[in-house]
């Protein structure tokens, strides 16, 4: 597939904590979907970016383009503006999703809007399916489209080596959630590029 046809897609690494483990789970989602062929992939850092918690006056949705974001943020929004579909990977603080990643999702709004979103969650016994369950309810209120099939990594430290999972399986489990992503990607980005999403 040529460059320009290909879904642009942002994997979002969605913990900042030092010494995360999120970077590794990243890295190898990243080369499964440059492996897929259906996408041109950018790896979006939370923790390179500036992120405060204290919000504007205005929310994002009224603001528009005018919002006031942060210098720092700059990339990190232009990356979001410029997706087709992104795969949010995220580990499970206390039964839910790192603060962070509840940050970037807030300072921004059309960004997310009429695009798909899949999941890839690690944590322990329940393989952060309790942040993913969170994220999809939130996600719904920004109008993105989630996407059914995930990945979820129970007891990821003693599931990986070297920076992949000891089994095949999960390989597998990212050609079905990619497969359903780029579907949505390009459907959706052919609806928007028809008539702008009434959001
Ligand atoms: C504040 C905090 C809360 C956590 N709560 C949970 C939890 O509710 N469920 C779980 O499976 N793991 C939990 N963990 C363990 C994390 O899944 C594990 O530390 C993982 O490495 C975090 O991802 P990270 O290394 O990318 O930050 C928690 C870790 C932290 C730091």
Wanted: proline share 8%; aromatic share 10%.
């Amino acid at each position: 597939m040529e460059n320009e046809s290909k879904h642009r897609l942002a994997v979002i690494v969605g913990s900042v904590r030092e010494g995360r483990f999120g970077p590794v789970v990243a890295s190898w989602v990243a080369e499964q979907a440059r492996s897929h062929g259906g996408f041109e992939v950018e790896v979006v850092d939370l923790a390179e970016v500036e992120l405060p918690l204290a919000l504007p006056a205005m929310p994002p949705k009224l603001a528009g383009a005018d919002y006031p974001r942060p210098a720092g943020m700059a990339a990190l929004t232009a990356a979001l503006e410029a997706a087709d579909g992104f795969i949010v990977v995220t580990p499970e603080y206390n039964h839910s999703y790192p603060a962070a990643l509840k940050a970037a999702i807030d300072w921004h709004f059309t960004q997310w809007a009429a695009k798909p979103v899949a999941f890839v969650s690690y944590g322990g016994g329940a393989g952060g399916r309790h942040a993913v369950l969170h994220l999809e309810n939130v996600f719904s209120e920004l109008h993105a489209v989630t996407i059914r099939d995930g990945l979820a990594f129970p007891n990821y430290f003693t599931a990986w080596r070297d920076g992949r999972p000891l089994s095949d399986e999960p390989a597998g489990y990212a050609k079905t959630m990619l497969d359903q992503l780029a579907w949505w990607s390009g459907a959706l980005r052919a609806a928007r590029e028809a008539s702008p999403y009434p959001a």
